[in-house]
Structures are given as structure tokens and as C-alpha cells.
């Protein structure tokens, strides 16, 4: 079966504008989580969804902001870009919230965000 | 909040055996994930554990102490493939994975 597919792979992006980032999990897979990692703080957490509702949200700023839609598919979207947005978008699927204990995420392959 | 801590990076040689150390502390723990993650690559899942002890996959296991907070990754015979960063995860009931900043690990021949 397909994995988690992240559109696009790399982008390079002016601060002050916008970016939007989409994420299709695994087939069957009705949860997503998006993580931001970058060399010196790791994998941090930005947000999750289910059911197209976010279920958890992590400590970063309202210029994140993401959505589920009804065939789980996920979008997440900056607002006006500053260069420490410049990192890897990691996009995780399991089947739902309760499922990942047992199994853990399957992760995507990221989206390279570059803010020049 | 929780703190989930692991060294910053490790070497070792090929054939050789290397503990990753994790230690963690937070409230309603729900699990411990290891994955691996080569560069420019995605993390991939190696190992869960939700009771304490030892949990054996292959050249990889993995040991929890829940009433000390801390996990091991241990890996035997050691390859070259095996360079990559080890990312400790915990799970907490009714929220996403909190990872840990990880340890690179560099194998050398």
C-alpha cells in the first residue's frame, strides 16, 4: 500500500509570505500529526488532527495553522514567514489517536521549507 | 511538561554493540517509541514498549524502567547502515508523540 505522501518535497519561500504544505496519510489511516524538525531542537510537535478536528496543538505560533479534510488528507499553512520557519515538515499517520500506542506513526518523507 | 533527554551524538565501530540512553520525565505515560532516522530520510519505527523490560527484535532491543523514567536502545553487531539518528519518543494518553532531540550515532569500519 501507498505511504504517506507530502507534497512538495522541497520549497523555497521569501519571509513574509505564505506557505501551505499538504499531507495524505496512509490509506485506511484517519489520523494525521505534523512535526517541525530542525538541527538544533529535533522533531517538535505542531499539531494534530482527526476526524478532520484537532485534537492536540503544540507550543508555536498562530501563524500555524493546519486542517483535516474528509478524506484525512492534511494541510498545514504558515502565515508571513520568518527564517527560523526554515526547517523539515514532518507529516505522521496512524490509524486513529488510540491505534498510534500500539503502533506508532508512519512518518512521511518531509517538506524541505527553505525562508530566504 | 515533560523533558525527554539522550546524548547528542555516539560513535562506535562495526561489530561493536552501543546503548542509546533515554530518560524521561512526564505524567501519564503511555508507551516509549525508538525509530531510526538516516539523513534526508523519514524517521522509521524500530521498536514500543509499554511494560518494563526487554523487548528483542533481531540485532535491536529495546529496555523500559517506568518507576525510573529511562529506556535503552541497544545494537548489536553494529553495521555501517546503522549510522543514523535514534529518536526516543514518549507517549502520553490523549496526546501526539513528544520526541526527544535525538542521538546521531556514527558507525565506523
Known amino acids: 500500500k501507498a505511504g504517506v505522501t507530502q507534497t512538495p518535497r522541497y520549497l523555497i519561500k521569501t519571509r513574509g509570505q505564505q506557505v501551505t504544505l499538504s499531507c495524505s496519510p496512509i490509506s485506511g489511516h484517519r489520523s494525521v500529526s505534523w512535526y517541525q524538525q530542525t538541527p538544533g531542537q529535533g522533531l517538535q510537535f505542531l499539531f494534530e488532527y482527526f476526524s478532520e478536528t484537532q485534537r492536540n496543538k503544540g507550543n508555536f505560533p498562530g501563524r500555524f495553522s493546519g486542517r483535516q479534510f474528509s478524506n484525512s488528507r492534511s494541510e498545514m499553512n504558515v502565515s508571513t514567514l520568518e527564517l527560523g520557519d526554515s526547517a523539515l515538515y514532518l507529516c505522521a499517520s496512524s490509524l486513529n489517536p488510540g491505534q498510534r500506542a500500539n503502533y506508532g506513526y508512519t512518518f512521511g518523507s518531509g517538506t524541505r521549507l527553505t525562508v530566504v | 511538561g515533560q523533558n525527554i533527554d539522550q546524548p547528542t551524538e555516539m560513535t562506535a565501530t562495526e561489530g561493536a554493540i552501543v546503548q542509546i540512553n533515554c530518560t524521561y520525565q512526564?505524567?501519564?505515560?503511555?508507551?516509549l517509541f525508538w525509530y531510526q532516522q538516516h539523513a534526508g530520510e523519514a524517521p522509521t519505527f524500530l521498536s514500543y514498549?509499554?511494560?518494563?523490560g526487554l523487548e528483542e527484535k533481531g540485532r535491536f532491543s529495546s529496555f523500559l524502567s517506568r518507576s525510573k523514567g529511562y529506556s535503552y536502545l541497544l545494537l548489536k553487531e553494529l553495521q555501517m547502515k546503522d549510522s543514523a539518528s535514534y529518536l526516543c519518543a514518549v507517549s502520553r494518553a490523549g496526546t501526539a508523540l513528544i520526541f526527544g532531540k535525538g542521538t546521531t550515532l556514527s558507525v565506523s569500519s
Open positions: 512526564t505524567s501519564g505515560f503511555n508507551g
Open positions: 514498549n509499554v511494560l518494563d
